[in-house]
């Protein structure tokens, strides 16, 4: 179950949105596939605010735009409720992070351990369908609890990587998973292929969401390492805010 955490007067929400009990999508505009990233450094000034903006009951800035370019910084792209992506921003699933997921798994097996990335990528228009539904189902104030804005998922960047104990689908996007054997496993070992765990316990004002044992964030090897050494978040790698 999702668990709803008041930090600083700023509502904490699941990033995972997607009901993440659902199957994963596939079907997700695999027509984006491979196109041509560009690398756009501070690409916009959507980071000007300081640190005394205002945000709404779901933790999201008042006024902030759907912004034209996606940010990134030193190549890193960064997406969180500071940095919200484009519409037209659809790269579809990252197949260097599948590859790296891959080999992750190989490893695993050798702990008997098989993972299952259970969400990667969703467009834009996905997460909008999404959200749109679960206002009309619940209102936006408790949609907000448990679904990303359109623009807001991480999983829009094709890097974001929802993962799983094959076998033990119980505990998908469960706090519980971080408590299993597996996930354990997953925390020590994901940052040798890659993954950071995005939004760690005790970072929560820094990455602007609850802890989630679940989402892991493809940044590549070294990049990964050095975060994990350290302890320490992407938002607080790249100097920029949640
Ligand atoms: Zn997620």
Redesign the pocket.
Known sequence: MRVIVIMGGVLMMS??DDSTKNPPNTNDNPAYQNSTKSTKENATNEGSEGSNVKRDAGGYIVGKKIPKKEHYVNGILLANKMYPMPKNFAPGESTEARAAFNELNKKAAKANFTFDAF?TYRSFERQETLYNNYVARDGAEKADRYSARPGFSE?QTGL?F?IGEIGNAGDYADDRFGDTAAGKWLAKNAADFGFIMRYPEGKEKITGYQF?SW?FRYVGQSIAQEIYKNNSTLEEYLHEKG
């Open positions: 990033a995972c969400s999983h974001a929802d989630e989402h």
